[in-house]
């Protein structure tokens, strides 16, 4: 198979952005995986199983379809995709809209999965973000779609791009990787640090009015304004 400038730039990306979650500390040894959907295609890109973040090239990184099916003879096709990607898969079917996947065991969002407790939105920077509290999904078992399903209908309808797959750890969604790769290190952020401020007391709640404000603001107003887009 020949592939085209979108899938090599798609290949180039995520590849890349495996190192921001060895940055952020939010995997150890082989754990976690970025995907990043190959725009006006029905393909995605992903990390290989069980392979070294040290290794992670361009062209290690898996081409599938949208069933999680490895592109024959394409680069890195002589490689098993993450053991995730039926739940990557999952995602990109079921939500168009989502470019990018990524998930983690990182420590404090884990250490909420595992008491299958969301995190609550306490904090600005968690409103802007994640406009509310990061859930909870289902627990489920690794191999088959089941976690993909339980993203989906957690997430549907949810401003927060950061699911806490219970017992498990968390997975992110995004407009491409980039952003998934965003939202899961603010969640892990977020996570932490609502942890050690309940340590010290009681947490104390912020109005739905001001999350509903905060969301909007950053989600809308926040940054560089888009090239070309009025001031
Ligand atoms: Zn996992």
Not at 42 to 47: A, C, H, S
Not at 62 to 72: E, I, K, P, R, S
Not at 103 to 111: E, G, P, Q, R, V
Request: with cysteine; charged share 20%.
């Amino acid at each position: 198979m020949i592939e085209n400038d979108e899938i090599r730039r798609v290949r180039a990306q995520v590849a890349r952005l495996h190192a921001e979650l060895v940055r952020y500390g939010l995997v150890v040894w082989t754990a976690g995986n970025v995907s990043g959907r190959v725009p006006g295609s029905d393909l995605f890109v992903i990390k290989p199983s069980g392979l070294d973040y040290d290794d992670i090239r361009p062209a290690n990184m898996v081409l599938c379809d949208l069933d999680g099916t490895v592109v024959a003879g394409s680069e890195g096709s002589g490689l098993a995709p993450s053991s995730d990607t039926a739940a990557h898969a999952y995602v990109y079917r079921a939500m168009p809209e989502v470019g990018g996947v990524v998930h983690t065991h990182s420590t404090y969002a884990t250490a909420w999965a595992a008491r299958g407790e969301p995190v609550p939105c306490v904090i600005t920077g968690m409103a802007d973000e994640f406009g509310g509290e990061i859930p909870v999904g289902p627990f489920a078992i690794i191999g088959d779609d089941t976690i993909g399903r339980g993203i989906v209908a957690t997430l549907s309808g949810h401003r927060s791009r950061a699911v806490l797959m219970r017992n498990h750890g968390l997975f992110a969604i995004g407009k491409d990787a980039r952003d998934a790769v965003k939202a899961a290190v603010m969640a892990e952020d977020a996570a932490r640090t609502v942890h050690i401020a309940r340590q010290g007391g009681e947490l104390v709640p912020l109005d739905p009015a001001d999350v509903d404000a905060l969301f909007d603001r950053y989600q809308n107003v926040y940054g560089q304004p888009a090239k070309g887009a009025p001031r």
